[in-house]
């Protein structure tokens, strides 16, 4: 990664929030991170912290990832979202990240998320990228063809088979 990553961390266990923190450190990642633990404290942090990646559990006392996933969606920021728990089945993780989340991790697994993370952050970054290219390749066709317009002259297209 080479630079220091804002995570937003959604989990309201003390004791795994260390583990992923342990994880990414061990990976050698470096981050600043926002822990939170509920809707209003997200929902904030969305908008103050302005995180790279945003780290969930599925299960909070009254929030959960999906509900988090929306937000993020309501909110127009495209951020990586990567769900990280212990409580959910393969099928609902499958089915989270068809609604948008980046990947999961389960909770067993952490070793996996190292690279979770850095794909996922890597692969928005390239996506960035592809997006600002192409707006500025379609930019550059309107202005070429408003220059065309203006110089009162046109641009012949020959198909030697028609």
């Not at 707006?135 to 110089?151: H, P, Q």
Request: net charge negative; with cysteine.
């Amino acid at each position: 990664m080479g630079q220091n990553l804002k995570i937003l961390h959604l989990e309201d266990i003390a004791s795994d929030a260390e583990l992923v923190d342990r994880a990414l450190k061990k990976a050698g990642i470096t981050f600043e991170k926002c822990l939170v633990d509920s809707r209003q404290e997200y929902v904030e942090a969305l908008e103050e912290f302005c995180p790279d990646v945003i780290l969930s559990d599925h299960s909070l006392p009254q929030f959960n990832s999906l509900e988090a996933l929306n937000l993020l969606k309501e909110s127009g920021r495209n951020i990586p979202f990567i769900l990280i728990t212990s409580t959910v089945s393969e099928e609902f993780a499958v089915s989270v990240m068809r609604q948008g989340a980046s990947d999961y991790v389960l909770k067993d697994r952490l070793q996996r998320l190292p690279s979770a993370v850095t794909n996922a952050v890597d692969k928005h970054r390239s996506d960035a990228q592809t997006e600002l290219y192409l707006n500025r390749v379609v930019a550059s066709e309107a202005l070429f063809s408003k220059a065309e317009l203006l110089a009162e002259f046109g641009t012949w297209r020959l198909d030697l088979e028609t």
